[in-house]
């Protein structure tokens, strides 16, 4: 198994970020004999409230991590999304994974609220033996010898520097050479999380946010240009809540942005059906982000292949979308697979380059199917949308009556290349295509090339791992 595999070199490892992608990362190169540390520049653990998709792609991952258990406990298993108007309450329709086509996945769909997600890859990024620093942060990075500067002055040097800080990555503007370009569109997504002890005394509401066994559902709001995604999460005990709504509608949206953004709930315009009205008016405060059309950067590792990036650095995707947390799993397991067969100094490049001819493909066309979702859900009045609400009914009624061979063989059709993708078989695939044809076809010398036999971490001025070599008061 490629989790328990450690690589013959181990090398130290520098992560900007930790957020799911760098603590995830972190992970997984301990696991593969990796020395890594972790900088980021908030306070704290992350606290971002709401809740999280774990598609089986995600969760297959997860599971092979060993994290099977913390998932039963903290997860919920969901097999279908109905579909409400905002308006008027009424169901319209629903999306329903057969259970048949599910396990042809490898794994089960679960939602899970963001903090238990985060928490239980912080503690096995640190139980693996990552170190992470809060409250340092990252101005410069450098490549050659790969170094970043702290603000209060302090450099830090490693055999490799990854970038795992976001969109507005610092490390992203070092292997580019400028930052990345961003355009709003137009939405920001209001995020929060009610207690179900709370609904006590009503109960609609308290029996809308169970969650059902017999029917594992979720429930979305849909309008003209905007909705609400919520689900059950914590055990049963709570109940996350995403609404997306125009900023145009939003007095004093301002330029803030960010998860420490706080709106109280006064400001905003929530005027829907009567259950979810009642629902959206119990938090005080929501937390929100803006969403902003992105690019995608067009190289994700410098010519040296000493700096990379990985997660949103590299590849921006819309927050609370099903997969957004499930392409920073996905990297990090094929960074870790990846590494976990490094053997020797001149292999680094080549791994970085091979990181980014897995994902980019892969994340590309899940950004394209995410980004075509809100036009599910944000129709306007007239034709297109009587057409949707036919066709979500027709699923509805369908799934009641049972599903045939034909229409099952379509779910799969629809699905496999998304939930059925496996993270570690394509890093492994690659090596055995690829990885394994190089080192074949090299004469190797008895020593590390020259040009790497000491490694740029190791240089006199630093006695060991990524401790400061330059410090300023």
């Known amino acids: 198994m490629s989790s328990k595999r450690r690589a013959p070199l181990g090398i130290d490892f520098i992560i900007v970020g930790a957020g799911i992608a760098g603590l995830a990362s972190a992970f997984r190169l301990c696991q593969a004999g990796h020395r890594v540390r972790i900088l980021d ?43 409400i108007s905002i ?10 994974w057969k259970e048949d086509v599910l396990q042809e996945t490898g794994a089960d769909y679960l939602v899970i609220r963001y903090r238990d997600l985060y928490d239980m890859l912080y503690r096995a990024a640190v139980n693996a033996g990552a170190r992470i620093t809060y409250g340092a942060t990252v101005t410069k990075v450098h490549a050659n010898p790969p170094r970043v500067e702290l603000q209060d002055g302090t450099v830090l040097k490693a055999d490799m520097v990854i970038g795992a800080d976001g969109p507005r990555s610092i490390v992203r503007e070092a292997v580019v050479g400028w930052p990345c370009e961003e355009v709003p569109e137009g939405h920001s997504a209001y995020v929060a999380i009610i207690p179900r002890d709370v609904l006590q005394n009503d109960p609609e509401l308290s029996d809308l946010t169970r969650f059902h066994e017999d029917r594992p559902d ?35 949206i301002g ?52 700096l990379l990036l990985i997660g949103e650095a590299a590849h921006p995707l819309y927050p609370c979308v099903l997969q957004s947390c499930s392409m920073q799993i996905e990297d990090a397991e094929v960074l870790g697979t990846l590494f976990s067969r490094l053997r ?83 890093a492994e695939d690659w090596w055995v295509m690829w990885g394994m044809l190089r080192e074949r076809s090299i004469v190797r010398e008895e020593h590390c090339p020259s040009s790497y036999t000491v490694p740029f ?13 330059v410090s300023r008061n």
């Open 344 to 426: 020797a100094w001149d292999q680094l490049p080549h791994l970085a380059e091979a990181f980014q001819e897995l994902r980019e493909p892969r994340t590309r066309a899940i950004y394209i199917k995410e980004t075509k979702a809100f036009d599910t859900v944000w129709v306007a009045p007239g034709p297109q949308r009587d057409a949707r609400d036919q066709a979500l009914h027709s699923m509805l009624i369908e799934g009641h009556k049972g599903w045939d061979e034909t229409k099952m063989r379509w779910q799969w059709d629809e699905i496999c290349e998304v939930f059925g993708y496996n993270a570690r078989d394509a």
């Open 457 to 469: 971490c190791m240089g006199a001025t630093v006695t060991h791992y990524a401790e400061p070599v």
């Open 87 to 96: 308006d008027t309450g009424k169901v319209i329709g629903c999306i329903e």
């Open 41 to 83: 520049k908030a306070s704290g653990p992350n606290r971002r409230a709401g809740g999280t998709h774990l598609p089986p792609n995600a969760t297959k991952v997860l599971v092979d991590w060993g994290f099977k258990d913390e998932l039963l406990k903290h997860g919920l298993s969901t097999r279908a999304s109905t579909f």
């Open 255 to 306: 330029d803030q942005d960010g998860w420490d953004v706080i709106v109280p709930r006064e400001r905003l315009p929530f005027h829907f059906e009567p259950r979810l009205q009642r629902l959206l008016d119990i938090p005080a405060t929501y937390q929100r982000v803006r969403l902003f059309q992105r690019e995608r950067a067009e190289e994700w590792t410098d010519e040296s292949g000493r």
């Open 218 to 252: 979720y429930p979305i709001w849909t309008g003209d240009s905007r909705h609400v995604i919520a689900f059950t999460v914590a055990g049963g005990t709570e109940f996350a809540i995403h609404a997306f709504l125009p900023d145009s509608e939003v007095d004093g």
